[in-house]
């Protein structure tokens, strides 16, 4: 499946892609996402036989200094 299309679906998922790589079969997320966000992105791939590995960014915590 080419990878705009890979693209296009998960943004129509209202999924926050920045892109989907084929040579490493990778998705990377812009964004943060749930967990039931990303069991709809395993979902989508697997129903159309797809093997890329999901790269969710973790949101930045601030450190206390004291």
Known sequence: MDTLK????????LIDVAYVENVSNTIVLASTHTDEE????????????????????????EELFV
């Open 38 to 61: 990303i069991k709809q992105i395993e979902d989508y791939l697997r129903e159309n036989g797809l093997n890329y590995q999901i790269i969710n960014p973790q949101p930045i915590e």
């Open 6 to 13: 890979i693209f296009q679906d998960l943004k129509k998922m």
